[in-house]
């Protein structure tokens, strides 16, 4: 009925899906006919699963992707009916993009009137933007420490802070599977490459020499350093 009560009130671009549930193949349909697209899922817990859901394999596309944030009914179909087009129009305009989404379901999920609320919001917001770009960042930062009167500087930091973290967690692993999978004997070219890759790491490096039996002094002179 969505789709029907969209036509109806003017918007003759929506489409729906039949009770099926996103493929990558209709993602990618979708975008050969738009540069654009509003995911207009139910308000509800499962329409926003599903949205969230949707913002994934649309990355694979080359479209924009919006999603509307329904208010005053469950649906399009329900608010056209209780509210108008004006009020449809008015939700289309604001429609949130993937960051703003992702915020906004955070938003939704603590009591902002308590510290401890907005302490674990932020938390949450944080996670988000470690994974938005510069200007994103400085943008959506200043919003939330305008929101909840805090210092954007820290917002920032924290947000980069846990970048920093999840790429030493990235190649601490690296390193170890190096280790693990180091052949029993190896070439003084290969341990120059080992030196420009991996050598950096003093972790990685300690292990290296406890493995090869190696004072640190000998290690060394065997690839140059």
Known sequence: ????????????????????????????LLSRYASEIMIAYDADEAGQKAATRALQIFKNTPAKIK????????????????????????????????VEFALLREHSKYDLASDDGKRQYLQA?????????????????????????????????EAKLKVSNRKSKL????????????????????LKDIRKNEISNLKFLDKFIKMRKL???QFAELIGM
């Not at 004006?86 to 939700?91: C, R, S, Y």
């Not at 190649?171 to 070219?189: G, L």
């Open 67 to 98: 999603v509307l944030r329904l208010s005053g009914g469950k649906d399009p179909d329900e608010i056209i009916k209780n509210y108008g087009i004006e009020k449809m129009k008015a939700i289309i305009t604001g429609a949130a993009n993937e």
């Open 1 to 28: 009925m969505d789709v029907i009560a969209l036509h109806q009130a003017g918007f003759t671009n929506a489409v729906a899906g039949l009770g099926t549930a996103l493929t990558s193949e209709q993602a990618s």
């Open 171 to 190: 190649f601490a692993i690296s390193s170890e599977q190096a280790v693990n999978t180091m052949p029993k004997s190896i070439s003084k070219e290969d």
């Open 215 to 217: 004072t640190k002094p």
């Open 125 to 157: 917001a944080i996670k988000v933007l470690s994974n938005v770009g510069a200007i994103e960042l400085e943008i959506y930062a200043s919003r939330i420490a305008n929101e909840l009167s805090v210092a954007k500087e820290v917002i920032i930091s």
